[in-house]
């Protein structure tokens, strides 16, 4: 059994990784944001709804990882959010 150090000296590399990747991904959303208002992007209202909504539950998840002392395990209510998309 690790102790809660050793937690994060096992999983930090990986864990950074996965941070990077969703950062990266809110980085490409905002500038495909910025080319639309340029006028350089097209997207029909379906593709936008669909987008504004899983643009959301990244947000919410992001909100649920980050809490320090959640009421049930997070894993748990990332799965359950993620069902409703």
């Known amino acids: 059994m690790l102790t809660p150090p050793q937690v994060v000296e096992n999983y930090f590399l990986e864990s950074r990784h996965m941070l990077l990747e969703i950062?990266?991904?809110f980085d490409r959303?905002?500038?495909a944001v910025a080319r639309a208002a340029n006028g350089n992007a097209q997207a029909t209202?379906?593709?936008k709804n669909s987008g504004a909504k899983k643009l959301?539950?990244?947000?919410?998840?992001?909100?649920?990882?980050?809490?320090s002392h959640p009421a049930r395990e997070r894993t748990l209510a990332l799965l359950e959010l993620f069902a409703t998309v």
């Open 23 to 25: 950062a990266a991904a």
């Open 45 to 47: 209202e379906n593709e």
């Open 56 to 67: 959301a539950v990244m947000r919410k998840a992001l909100e649920i990882v980050a809490q």
């Open 29 to 31: 959303y905002d500038a």
